[in-house]
């Protein structure tokens, strides 16, 4: 999961979810941490593009921290949102992922319990795919 979703997110995601991401791209950097992507969604979202900088890619324990600096889900409430995603091996063999989201907002702005939820709601749908994707195909990531 880690590397589908993490490492390998700018070719699989786009191939996965053709009707939502258009593309993803490094516009600076390697991929690694330091680097800049954009993600730019297909013309059925209400959103054009985002850009994330990585600001961690722990490969080895399964962390990756990054930052969303600059994009329409931002909107005028916030600077930035910082990602914090760890993966875990559980118990049946699988993974289990932890993210911890913060959100600067621009002055004193209050993000709504519902707007978190729906991110959250939008990442678990990716990962969901992703994951069926990867049971179905089990050899992609060996």
Known sequence: MFTALIVDSKNLIPKLLPQFIKSVE??????????????NFSEASHFKYVKHRIDE?????FVCKYTMIEGDPLGDKLESIA????????????????MTSKYNTIGEVEVKEEEIKSGKDSAMGIYRVVEAYLLENPHVYT
């Open 26 to 39: 490094v516009v600076e950097g390697d991929g690694g941490a330091g680097s800049i992507e954009q993600v």
């Open 57 to 61: 890619l722990d490969k080895e324990n």
């Open 83 to 98: 990602y914090d995603v760890r993966f875990e091996a559980a118990s049946d063999g699988g993974c289990i992922c932890k």
